[in-house]
């Protein structure tokens, strides 16, 4: 029996270029019942178009294509969680 989504779960954008680790991160989210994948991306162009989706988050790769605009833009910085990879 599946697991019922609460009533107001956490809903998350994902957008990397990379569709092989945006669908893995997706189903890594998805199967926390609180959370709610609701757009999954692949460039700056996609991105911008699933704000439409008013997610409450989004885990956006810092080398998106498309999207170094949005980095730059005030607005998109405050709409915008990016994650850096660490250096090693």
């Given at each position: 029996m599946a697991a019922s989504r609460p009533e107001r779960s956490v809903r998350i954008l994902v957008a990397d270029a990379q569709p092989l680790l945006r669908d893995g991160i997706a189903r890594i989210l998805?199967?926390?019942?609180?959370?709610?994948?609701?757009?999954?991306?692949?460039?700056?162009?996609?991105?911008?178009?699933?704000?439409?989706?008013?997610?409450d988050i989004a885990l956006v790769d810092f080398a998106l294509p498309g999207a170094a605009g949005l980095r730059q833009s005030r607005p998109g910085r405050r709409r915008l969680v990016a994650l850096r990879p660490r250096s090693t």
């Open positions: 998805e199967a926390e019942p609180e959370l709610s994948v609701v757009a999954r991306v692949g460039d700056g162009s996609e991105l911008l178009r699933a704000r439409a989706e008013s997610p």
